[in-house]
């Protein structure tokens, strides 16, 4: 425990509500160890340009409800530049750091898996609204995010009635489906669509006409931004990838719309939540667990236990393997969505 004298933590990927109490606890955990704590500006982005900030008792002094990072955050790859790696490299020894503790989802966590299989002294913490990440039972930042998204519905059933319309709402999933079956099923909506079950548009309109039937003159459908037609592609605005290779998604809810309109001659109005889903305060549960996640964090970095990730399995905080919590996705389990499913149309 004495090696440890100056920790590092750093935020990657996209912001999520929780990231500022997981920064507060790592830091109020280190410096009640008498470990001085570095915080490295815009993720791995701050490794490569040698950017920091001192974190200290009043600069996380007020920050556990705020949304987003007061570190910041990028989608650097040091790993596609030889150039970015060899400075992280040299700038971790340069800073000092005995231990890094990086927050972040799938794309973070796999550089930092790839940084300790090189010897560096790395911690990983799981973070996404998305809640795929394996081995973890949840992220911080999906709560909220489902509760801004459940908010939303509730106020599209109010318009979509009282117009007759069909209300398609797009909401963040790249590849699995978990925001729009809880949001779904907590909002009533009245079909849920997820990339895990490719869309048979047959069927959506199906279930629409079935309402109508019964006299429901108005629907609510909720898609994942990236559910795929069966068979079809992945919908894109831009084709630009990111320095991870993931294409930016986005367009599904409003084609959907559209031959939601074209088949049924219902009037069809699209909302696309988007960046909405990230921002804003994090809810009680994901203060508890970023704060529960940071602190044990700063434990396991003390006890020299590196290339692990902080986890909740049942009421539990325990270390898995980084690696393991990388190796593939958590889906949307069948069960969950067959149950969704009773309540469709």
């Given at each position: ?14 912001d999520c509500p929780g990231l500022n109490p997981v920064i507060r606890a790592v830091v109020r955990k280190a410096l009640a160890e008498g470990v ?179 006299g429901r003159t108005f629907s609510i459908i909720v898609v994942a931004e990236g559910a795929e037609f069966k068979p079809g592609q992945t919908v ?27 088949k049924t001659g219902y009037e069809t109005r699209v909302t696309v939540l988007g960046h909405i889903q990230r921002g804003g305060s994090p809810s ?62």
């Amino acid at each position: 425990m004495g090696s440890i004298k100056r920790i590092g933590v750093l935020t990657g990927g996209g912001d999520c509500p929780g990231l500022n109490p997981v920064i507060r606890a790592v830091v109020r955990k280190a410096l009640a160890e008498g470990v001085e704590v570095v915080g490295i500006r815009n993720g791995w982005k701050g490794l490569v340009t040698e950017t920091t900030m001192p974190l200290t008792l009043e600069s996380v002094a007020g920050i556990l409800p705020k949304g987003g990072t007061i570190l910041g955050t990028s989608r650097t790859n040091p790993y596609k530049k030889e150039q970015d790696l060899a400075a992280v490299k040299a700038n971790f020894k340069a800073l000092g750091l005995d231990a890094l503790i990086a927050i972040g989802g799938e794309d973070t966590l796999g550089v930092a898996t790839r940084l300790t299989a090189e010897g560096f002294p790395v911690v990983g913490v799981p973070k996404t609204i998305d809640n795929d990440l394996s081995e973890t039972d949840v992220t911080f930042g999906f709560d909220t995010a489902v509760n801004i998204v459940t908010e939303c519905i509730d106020r599209l059933h109010t318009t979509a009635e009282s117009h007759n319309r069909i209300m398609v709402c797009e909401v963040m999933g790249r590849h699995a489906g978990w925001i729009a079956v809880h949001a779904g099923i907590a909002g009533g909506a009245d079909v849920i669509l997820i990339p895990e079950r490719p869309i048979d548009i047959e069927e959506v309109c199906r279930a629409i006409q079935n309402r109508h039937k019964r006299g429901r003159t108005f629907s609510i459908i909720v898609v994942a931004e990236g559910a795929e037609f069966k068979p079809g592609q992945t919908v894109n605005v831009v084709k630009e990838k990111d320095a991870f290779g993931h294409v930016r998604l986005g367009g599904i809810g409003n084609l959907l719309g559209e031959m939601i309109e074209q088949k049924t001659g219902y009037e069809t109005r699209v909302t696309v939540l988007g960046h909405i889903q990230r921002g804003g305060s994090p809810s009680a549960f994901d203060r508890v667990l970023g704060t529960r996640f940071g602190v044990r964090a700063v434990e396991l970095a003390l006890e020299g236990e590196f290339g692990m990730m902080v986890s909740l399995k049942g009421n539990e905080i325990v270390p898995v393997k980084i690696e393991q919590a990388t190796r593939q996705l958590k889906l949307v389990d069948a069960e969950l969505y067959d149950l969704a499913k009773l309540f469709f149309g």
